[in-house]
Structures are given as C-alpha cells and as structure tokens.
C-alpha cells in the first residue's frame, strides 16, 4: 500500500502548530476524559500523539492509512491495550465509543456515506462517535485558508474531496444525535459527542 502521508507526516504537525496552535490538538481529545470508556475504535488518528494522556484508559482498535503514520501511533500510545492495523476500516465490533479525528474531510460524499454505515454497524446501541473536523464558516479568511488546506492535501496526499462536507447532515442521516459541541476559532473548529439513537 503507497503511503501518501509520508511526506505529510513530517511537516503535519509543526504546521499544524504553526497556523492553529494547539487547538486541533484539543480538538481531538477534548471529550476523552469524560466519555472514554468500554472498547473504543479510532480511525484515522494519525501519529496518535493527542491521545497518549489516555493511553492507559485506551483499548479496542486503532485503524490508519498510513504506515509512517502509524509506526509513529504504536510509540506514542505504546501503554494503550490497542491493536493497530494499517488500511480502510473493515473491523466487526462492537464499540462503546468510535473516534474520528479529522476523517470526514478527506472523503468524497459517496465514500462518507459508505464509510459512516460501516461505523454505524460497528456501534453499539447507545454508543458514541466523538468527531473533531474543519466545519464551513463566513469568514473570508478561514475559507481562504481551508482551500489552501484542501489543495495542499489533494497535491501531496491525493484526497479527493474539493471541499467541506456537511458533516451535520451526514451524521444525522445515520440517525445520530448530537449530544454535546464544543467549537475554537468561531466554529471553524469543532469537537462534537454523536449518540446512537
């Protein structure tokens, strides 16, 4: 499998320090210590560096496209009872808990819908998906920065998504509830807690 987050890999995170401080960082482990607990799912969670306060509360599964990316995962939550496994989710649950750390914005409509019935599967009735992501915003400036974002990453990591989904409707439409929001930076920023109907 071509990793395409090895260049990324790299420069990500004092990029990602640089233009938006530690705020995506928060973003991912916002709820953590309030809601982890039982067998929990991780998908697409990079290096896995955010998470390592909770590694010794973490079991379940870790799940990343890239091989970089995860090597660096398996050091850093090294305590954790995780397993880690490299390619697309294909796991059989179930989870209390499913975390998807700014995933949504890499797919296209089509590969969302797919991609959030497969987590839906593997839920647990009355589980939760906590999602961290880029949400669409009036600002000029965060639109501008965004479509920076989205172009850098189709050049280097071949995403192929040419914009923000609408995550609301998508979870929603796998009968979701939205529990609890937390946003940064006027809501371009946004942690939120989705229950399983």
Same mark, same amino acid.
């Given at each position: ?5 090895? =260049? ?6 004092? =990029? ?15 709820? =953590?210590?309030?809601? !982890?607990?039982?067998?929990?799912? #991780?998908?697409?969670?990079?290096? *896995? ?10 079991? *379940?599964?870790? &799940?990343? !496209? ?13 305590? /954790? ?15 209390? !808990? ?26 647990? /009735? ?18 501008? #920065? ?21 995550? #609301?409707? &998508? ?27």
């Amino acid at each position: 499998m071509k990793d395409n987050y090895r =260049l990324v890999g790299r420069v990500y995170r004092p =990029l990602s320090r640089l233009v938006f401080g530690k705020k995506l960082s928060h973003a991912n482990a916002h709820f =953590l210590s309030q809601y !982890l607990s039982g067998k929990t799912l #991780i998908i697409g969670g990079g290096d *896995g560096f955010d998470y390592r306060e909770f590694q010794d509360r973490l079991s *379940g599964e870790y &799940w990343e !496209l890239s091989e970089s990316m995860l090597n660096k995962a398996k050091e850093n939550l090294q305590s /954790s009872e995780l397993s880690f496994h490299l390619g697309s989710f294909r796991s059989s649950g179930p989870f209390d !808990l499913v975390l998807l750390p700014f995933v949504l914005d890499t797919l296209t409509d089509e590969q969302i819908s797919k991609f959030l019935h497969r987590v839906d599967q593997n839920l647990k /009735s009355g589980g939760m998906v906590i999602l961290s992501d880029f949400f669409k915003t009036d600002s000029v400036r965060q639109s501008i #920065i965004t479509a920076l974002m989205i172009a850098f990453f189709r050049l280097v990591a071949g995403h192929c998504r040419k914009d923000l989904p609408d995550h #609301i409707s &998508w979870l929603s439409a796998q009968g979701w509830i939205l529990k609890e929001e937390k946003v940064w930076k006027n809501g371009w920023i946004r942690a939120q807690v989705w229950v399983k109907d």
